[in-house]
DNA sequence: GCAAGAAGTGAACCATCATTCAAAACTTGC
DNA sequence: GCAAGTTTTGAATGATGGTTCACTTCTTGC
């Protein structure tokens, strides 16, 4: 047994590993999935396409990854940011608001992370993503439906079309290269309404 | 000039075209859009799979089709139920229930327009269908204001946002199989008061 | 019936990449 | 320095399925 992988060596596994993360991140934020072969992510990370394989059995794990660690960040902003609220109101506002800034601010990132078509496993983290914002917002309705600030509702149905009136207001100005400055105010004030938010 | 195409062979020909279109809608609201091969859509019509080309430049040209073909079918029975209505409040209620009862009724091909995995250049389409909705929506919207049936807002957006609402909330009940029998009705409500309308 | 042209056929082609793998380079403990 | 084992490499492989094309079959006008 003249050979057992140290820290050290592992440490530098486990770099790699988050080089071709990042690089992979990069290369979608910038032209989007469809840019992201494994031979460009792998050049990128400054290893072998085959190294790739050394950490990811396959693409589709590999983009899975990527669009976990991206969604998680978004999620903990929104959620960071609802958080410091103490309204359903306010709190509601503040998802939209960070929601809607983040993704106007990194609009090729929003739109793969939305909108692109991609691959159907790659998908399928998509839907988790949605789901997280979903469970987020159905958190704050329930809470708001309990204090008497909002109707009586389900609050997964709810939360679930607030979601869908969000990404789908995005990935339309997104496509377009525009959105105006009252666009996030009035998406507010439509959530509210939706949720039944008394004026 | 011993030969010119006739009538006869025109009409031939364009109804081995919309056999095309029939059969890979079929295969679509069969197995989705995954299992449309183009030798599958070829069988499935009675023709060999070349036939496909002297109708189609492309793959993705013939499945642009179907989907504006689909897309159109199913805006045309929202739009008609829509029109039987006075209200805005009608109007509004007939849209959602329009689609959302046609989407639980073909699941798989509701699905297939609204959220399945497709090529970059047939995804293209499903933004049209979903600007159709919401174009049709807007209009209601739009007279709604003017009527004073609802309060003031920018109708593109919260179109747009109602649009994105309806799709998500459909995608996950098509996904899980189940919808309950109070989702639409749910449904219903949440869009009426994202409009405001006054109950 | 025949020539000229059009439509139909489907097996072969080919481009694209994800994936593999044999060899090379590197690490480790002694 | 060496043996044993691990990691890296990147060109070759291979699967998929859209697309082509040389050939056959059909249609038309005379």
Not at 68 to 81: L, P
Not at 154 to 163: N, Q, S
């Amino acid at each position: 047994m003249a050979y057992r992988s140290t820290e050290r060596v592992k440490a530098r596994l486990s770099a790699s590993r988050e080089r071709i993360i990042a690089a992979a991140l990069e290369i979608m934020a910038g032209h989007g999935y469809a840019g992201c072969s494994i031979a460009a992510v792998a050049e990128r990370a400054g290893v072998a396409t085959g190294s790739v394989y050394r950490h990811f059995p396959t693409k589709a794990h590999l983009f899975a990854e990527v669009f976990r660690t991206a969604s998680q960040r978004e999620v903990d902003a929104v959620a960071g940011a609802a958080a410091r609220q103490a309204t359903t109101a306010a709190q509601v506002s503040a998802v939209v608001e960070t929601f809607a800034g983040r993704a106007l601010r990194s609009p090729r990132l929003a739109y793969a992370l939305l909108a692109e078509p991609v691959d159907p496993a790659v998908d399928a983290e998509r839907l988790v993503f949605r789901r997280a914002y979903a469970e987020l917002l159905a958190g704050y309705v329930a809470a708001g439906m309990a204090s008497g600030e909002l109707p009586p509702q389900d609050p997964e149905l709810t939360a679930t079309a607030l979601v869908g009136a969000l990404a789908e207001a995005m990935v339309g100005p997104l496509a377009a290269g525009v959105a105006g400055p009252s666009t996030i105010p009035n998406l507010v004030t439509v959530i509210h309404r939706a949720l039944g938010v008394t004026p």
